[in-house]
């Protein structure tokens, strides 16, 4: 019995790094380098150019490279960074990132519904890291700069989706490789980070 009635407060859960959690986070880091180096051989190599008849190789490593990128969303969820909301968040960002999968191995067979896809994956992967990332936030059980990197990934796909609507095929491809270099840092981060004592928790 307490005397004074002084709640106990109960403490949050800091951010859990295992072997698993690091695993996924590099299988990240190579889908994240994958892309980035495609990307600056698009640059020097016209025929793997964007708008250019698709190639069967490079459009099923595309697919697995997207793959690569579920591991590094997965590997948030599994740190508890984020609360509730931001857990269907990660999962709208799996889906998004699955269907550019899928996207990605239409295109040769037919490109209308490619687009369709593509569209998909990129509404997904905005509305889904958007929310992931401000749940990653308010939790602040994600010490350091990386915590910035799932809301930073959100706001860059919109920007991403702008920049290869409206650009030209030169500025496409560099857009695309700095949103690489996104996915290759949270990655590298979740691969680095240790855990540190939660400075508030909550649902977000």
């Known amino acids: 019995m307490n005397p004074l009635n002084i709640r106990k ?6 951010m859990s790094f295992t072997p698993q959690v690091r695993l996924a986070a590099r299988i990240c880091i190579v889908g994240g380098a994958g892309f ?18 698709p190639v069967t190789w490079l459009q099923v490593l595309f697919a697995v490279l997207h793959l690569c990128q579920i591991a590094g969303i997965a590997a948030i969820g599994f740190t508890g960074a984020v609360g509730r909301a931001g857990m269907v968040g990660l999962w709208l960002a799996a889906g998004g990132a699955a269907t550019f999968a899928v996207a990605e191995l239409m295109v040769l067979i037919s490109m209308p519904g490619s687009e369709t896809a593509f569209g998909l994956g990129s509404l997904l992967t905005i509305v889904g890291l958007s929310i992931a990332g401000g749940s990653v936030l308010h939790q602040r059980t994600w010490d350091g700069p990386g915590r910035f990197l799932p809301l930073a990934l959100g706001a860059y796909n919109l920007v991403l989706v702008l920049v290869l609507s409206t650009a030209s095929a030169q500025l496409g491809i560099v857009a695309l490789a700095l949103n690489a270099v996104l996915w290759t840092l949270l990655g590298w981060s979740l691969s680095e980070t240790r ?3 939660p400075l508030r928790g909550g649902l977000a």
């Open 36 to 53: 980035f180096i495609l990307a600056i051989a698009a640059l020097t190599v016209p025929e793997l150019a964007p708008g250019n008849p």
């Open 9 to 14: 407060k109960t403490p949050m859960p800091s």
């Open 195 to 197: 855990s540190t004592v």
